[in-house]
Each structure stands twice: as structure tokens, then as C-alpha cells.
């Protein structure tokens, strides 16, 4: 019983176990609060790091298309022999848009040096409502003296270019014009009529070609020859002796296709899915088709705003970027982001350039090799910077639903690397 007289009575146990609670309650709240409170701050700082390491980037896209006289040219003999014998016709095809002109020229083969060919810049082939000029242009070619040699002994001269006074050469020639609304092709058929005329006469293989336009004018508005000034070799060439040679080596190399760029529209955003647009699929109304007609970006800029996965959408330029210019935006990008970017092809009907390949939005350098031109299947193509429905000539295609694609081989046009660079610093 003694070993029991120093316990405390049953009320001071429970008094002791109570305190002993209510300490253990408020040590378990306050490592609640603790943890709380390093977990928030942890969040916070995990937070701050990822702004810290967010960078600034520049993106730049340059228009580097070297600009060439000529959209298309090529030349024309007669069947069977070169020469177009009196009676015989031949035909050449070519595209053209509103403001464009064809320039041909052919030696009128019983002179010392007389060739036909229209006044510059060519054969009209819009008239000044924008119409298509059809049927009978005899009345736009002419015949011209050389200027190299005497027209009656054949001895060396040097005078300047001038009309063959005194002779008809629609009663000689005569010019046919059909033309294709959806393709804006032209089809020309050249004849012989001078059989039976006072100056009947062959006519040698021949040149043409169409200038390219850049959305203001003729890059060349005075095709092979300049009316009152001394001759050139290729021209001469062709006025002495038939010979195409020269001018097709000119022309050839002074024939390409060249075009404007939009401006350039560039998403930065997370996940796998380029939010631009979908390779094989059709486009999807979301803007695409206007950036590839027309070149605004303000509709896809807006829709793609509203893509949870995308961080931020930046436009660079405001205005069509010109052979030789470029534009360039900057944005923003954490670790893990994606970027991607369109711009239209500015002389055709419906195509962008866009990168292919998945592209870190960190990544520093040269993208050009990544980029790819694309039809977004929306428009009927055209030749490019000579199809008259392309926003070029103040056109708009003619609809069409296919699955969006890369640009083939049906038309001539430079690589990728020729017509754009894209880079980021």
C-alpha cells in the first residue's frame, strides 16, 4: 500500500493527459502550417524559375528570290522544218495576268534584215477592264527594220531600229488569241498569210516571252529591242539570219519565277500538333486559306489565340516583303515550347511556306532548311505571278476542297533555300 502514497489522485492523471493532448494538437497544426507553407513557397519558386528561364528570341524572314525580266518565254518553228512557210500555222501556249504582255519576234525570212515583232511592251492581253483579249490581234505586230544592213545590197549599217515603211504586216501574219479563265492560259497561233502578197515570205523560228510583274510593274517593259536605238546582237541575229540561238541563251537565263512574301504569322506553344495546319488533311477554316490567298494573318492570329496549348501568337511585318527585304518579330519561349510560322507564297493562288519538322522554340540558327512550301488545297492553281484570279493582279481563286499538301514539280519554282531564309537569334 506504501508504494502507492506518492500517486497523484485519478483527476490530476486526467489533467496531465488533457495537456498532453491539446500540446500534441498544436505541435501536428503548426507542422501543418509549416509544410503548407514550404510546399506554397516551393510552388512559387518552382514558378519563378520557369519565368527566369523563359527567353527572348528573334525570329527573322527574309525574301531572298532573286527577281528575273521574264515569268515565261520560250521559242516556236514550224512543223516539220523550222522555217513557217506561207500557208502554215503554229501555236504557243503561255499564262498570263492583268497588266502582262507577250513578246515575240521572227525574221522575215526575204529581207537582209527585217523582223516582225509587236510595239513594246507586247501584245495586249487584258483590255482595261481587266477583260481577256480573244480572237483576231493581228493589228499588234509590226515589222521592223534591223537597222544592220542595207535593204538593197546587204552591206553593213548601223542605223537605229526603225518600222518597214509602206507594207501591212497583219496582211502577213496573222494572230489568234484564245484563252483558258481557269488556268489563264493563252493559246497564240501564228500564220503564214503572205502567200500570193507582194511580200510573201518564210518566217524564221522564233522567240517570245511574257515580263514578270511585281505587283507595281513590268520588270522589263522594253523586251528584246528598243525601238530608235541601235540594235543588239540577239535581236540582229535573229533580223540577218533566223537565228535564235543568242536570244534563247538571254532569255533562259533571264527567265524565273519570283514572288512576294507575306507577312509572317508565328505561334509559339506546347504538345506535339503543329496548330497551323495538318499535312493531308483539308484546311480547316480557322484562317489558313486567307494567309494562302491573300496573305492576312488576321483571322488564323485570332483563332489560334484561343488554343489552349498556345503561349502566344507575334506577326512580322505589316506589309508584303519584297525581293531583297526582310521582316522580324520577337517572342517569347520557356523550355519545352514549340514554334511554328507561315507566310504566303505571295505570286500564287493559295500556297505557304511553313516549317515541316517540329521546331524548339529555344533553338538558335538557321530554319530554312526545315521550311517546306505547301497548297492548302483552296484554290485552283495558277501559274505563279502570271495566273490572273492570284491576289497579284487584284484577283481571288476559284475554290477548291483538297487535302493540304507540298507543292510539286507541274510548275518551275526555285527551291526553298532560293525564295526565303528563316533564322533565329
Sequence with gaps: MSGFAN????????KILFMKKNLFKTASLAAGILSTFILTSCDDNDHMMMENTSVQRTITFENVVTPKDFVESGSFQGTGSPVILPGQSVSITFSAGKTQALMLATMYGASKDWFFASKQPGIKLFDDNGNAVTGDVSSQVLLWDNGTKNDMSGQVESKPIAQVPNVNASQLMKLNLTYNDVSSEFTLTISNNSGGTANETPFSPGVWAVSNYNGSQLLNNAPFFTANALSNPEITDIAQMGNISKMMMKLN???????GLSPALVVVYTGDKNPVYELGQTDAGKGLKEISQSGNVSKLQTSLKTLPNVKGVYVAGSAPVTPGNKVM?????????KIAYVTMFGFSNDWFYAN?????ANAKGDLTSKTTL???GTGVD???GAGNRQALFGGTPQSESKPIAKVGSIFPVPAVQNVIKVTIN
Design 7 to 14: 500517486l497523484p489522485d485519478s483527476s490530476c492523471v486526467t
Design 382 to 384: 495558277q501559274y505563279p
Design 356 to 360: 515541316e519538322q517540329s521546331i524548339d
Design 253 to 259: 537565263a533571264n527567265t524565273g519565277i519570283m514572288t
Design 329 to 337: 518579330t520577337q517572342f517569347t519561349a520557356a523550355p519545352g515550347d
Design 374 to 376: 505547301f497548297d492548302s
